[in-house]
C-alpha cells in the first residue's frame, strides 16, 4: 500500500510514496468524518501491508443522529476501497482497542507515528522482506 523511504507518519506525507491501492485506502480512511457525523481521523497511517488509525465518535448533542459501531465504520470504509480497488486487498485479521485514557491515547498515537521508522528498522510486527 506504500513505500516508505525515510521514517515518518502521516505528519510527513512527502515522506510516504503510497502505491495506487495505498492511495485508495488514504482516500477511504479520508472520507470517513464525511459520511459519518461526529465521528472523527484522529491519526492514521498507511503501511505496505496495513494500517493503523485512531477513529474517535463524539456523541451527539441530543439530536436524533444514528452513532455508527465502529464496525459499521470499518466494514464501510474497506467496502469502498476493495470497491475501488477492484479486487480484495484486506487481511483477514484486524485487531481493535478501545482507549480509555488519556495516557492510552497518546501511547496509541505515537505508535501510530513511530511506525514507519519500525518498518524501515524491520522492527514492525507485520514486516516482511517481499514488500
Known amino acids: 500500500m506504500s513505500q516508505i523511504t525515510v521514517g515518518t507518519s502521516t505528519a510527513h506525507p512527502q515522506e510516504i510514496h503510497l502505491t495506487e491501492i495505498g ?6 480512511i479520508k472520507g470517513i ?8 481521523v484522529d491519526n492514521y497511517v498507511v503501511m505496505p501491508n496495513h494500517i493503523h488509525m485512531i477513529i474517535r465518535i463524539e456523541r451527539n448533542d441530543g439530536r436524533a443522529v444514528l452513532v455508527p459501531t465502529i464496525s459499521r465504520i470499518i466494514q464501510q470504509m474497506k467496502g469502498y476501497a476493495t470497491k475501488q480497488a477492484g479486487k480484495p486487498i484486506w487481511q483477514n485479521k484486524a485487531y481493535d482497542h478501545i482507549i480509555r485514557d488519556d ?3 497518546m501511547t496509541r498515537y505515537q505508535y501510530i507515528d513511530d511506525n514507519p521508522a519500525k518498518w524501515l ?4 510486527e507485520y514486516y516482511y522482506e517481499d514488500m
Do not use: T, W
Not at 492511495?23 to 477511504?28: E, F, N, R
Not at 468524518?33 to 472523527?40: A, D, L, M, W
Not at 528498522?121 to 514492525?124: A, S, T, V
Open 121 to 124: 528498522l524491520k522492527q514492525d
Open 23 to 28: 492511495k485508495i485506502v488514504d482516500k477511504s
Open 103 to 105: 495516557y492510552d491515547y
Open 33 to 40: 468524518p464525511k459520511h459519518y457525523e461526529g465521528v472523527f
